[in-house]
């Protein structure tokens, strides 16, 4: 009977990334094609089905279940939408405003998500140590 919980509860997690995601790309007031086919991938590598996906999008990612979140739970949805965020190489006054309120969502300081995000762009921190790295670097903030 856990296993069913545990099941349900990951679910609830995966769209809740995912809504960060679609929120992340329309930080800038539209999702264009290749966006769209970013966050298709995102969508099946959450297990969430097309006809999910599309609710979520249709709510420009502002619908969803809050759940509350683990430590690593936290970590990987910073690092999915830091590196959502940073993929141009700049960061818009949208995506700040967002990082900004993303940050307090998640119940860290304000600009956790923003100087994680611009340390991406910036390339201070290589890919392969994003998330070793965040994981200091939410020690700091939170």
């Known amino acids: 009977m856990s296993g069913f919980f545990e099941n349900r509860r990951k679910k609830k997690v995966d769209k809740m990334t995912f809504a960060c995601l679609v929120q992340a790309m329309a930080a800038d007031g539209d999702i264009d094609e290749s966006e ?3 966050l298709a991938d995102m969508a099946r590598g959450l297990n ?20 509350k979140l ?10 999915l939408v830091a590196n959502m965020i940073a993929a141009d190489g700049k960061i818009t006054p949208e ?8 940050s307090a969502a998640l119940g860290l300081k304000p600009n956790a998500l923003l100087d994680i995000a611009k340390e991406i762009v910036d390339k201070k921190v290589a890919e ?11 020690d700091a903030f939170q």
């Open 36 to 38: 769209l086919d970013m």
């Open 70 to 79: 683990t430590r690593e739970e936290v970590i990987r949805i910073i690092v």
């Open 128 to 138: 392969q140590q994003v998330g070793q790295e965040i994981g200091k670097m939410l």
């Open 95 to 102: 995506e700040e405003l967002l990082c900004k309120k993303m």
């Open 48 to 67: 969430i089905s097309r006809s999910e996906a599309t609710g979520i999008l249709k709510g420009k990612g502002g619908s969803f279940q809050k759940v």
